[in-house]
Nanobody, 116 residues
Framework: QVQLTESGGGLVQAGGSLRLACLGS????????MSWYRQAPGKEREMVAV????????NYADFVKGRFTISRDNAKNTLYLEMNSLKPEDTGTYYC?????????WGQGTQVTVSP
């Protein structure tokens, strides 16, 4: 049974930091392209960051460059998102996504709320 389980969300003040984790199971995590998405209330889901299967080619949306860092530990089947200098507009539900065509898996999400 495939599972992606996010954790690490919470309430933080603007300027603060959070570290999200996404634990994968039931599939060969090390072969999958992994990414973080987020969705704010009333808005479409948007890509935040993506990382290659080997972990050596991270890519970021412009609105998080220089503040967020994506990484992975394939030995632990875990994807991370280090979020610094958080802004109220970073508020939303954060999801991890695993892709190895044609398979696509999503987690259930973890809530991040940034207060002014």
């Amino acid at each position: 049974q495939v599972q992606l389980t996010e954790s690490g969300g919470g309430l933080v003040q603007a300027g603060g930091s959070l570290r999200l984790a996404c634990l994968g199971s039931g599939f060969d995590f090390s072969r999958f392209l992994m990414s973080w998405y987020r969705q704010a209330p009333g808005k479409e889901r948007e890509m935040v960051a993506v990382i290659s299967a080997g972990g050596d080619y991270p890519n970021y949306a412009d609105f998080v460059k220089g503040r967020f860092t994506i990484s992975r530990d394939n030995a632990k089947n875990t994807l991370y998102l280090e979020m610094n200098s958080l802004k109220p507009e970073d508020t939303g539900t954060y999801y991890c996504k695993a892709i190895f065509t044609p398979n696509v898996y999503w987690g259930q999400g973890t809530q991040v709320t940034v207060s002014p």
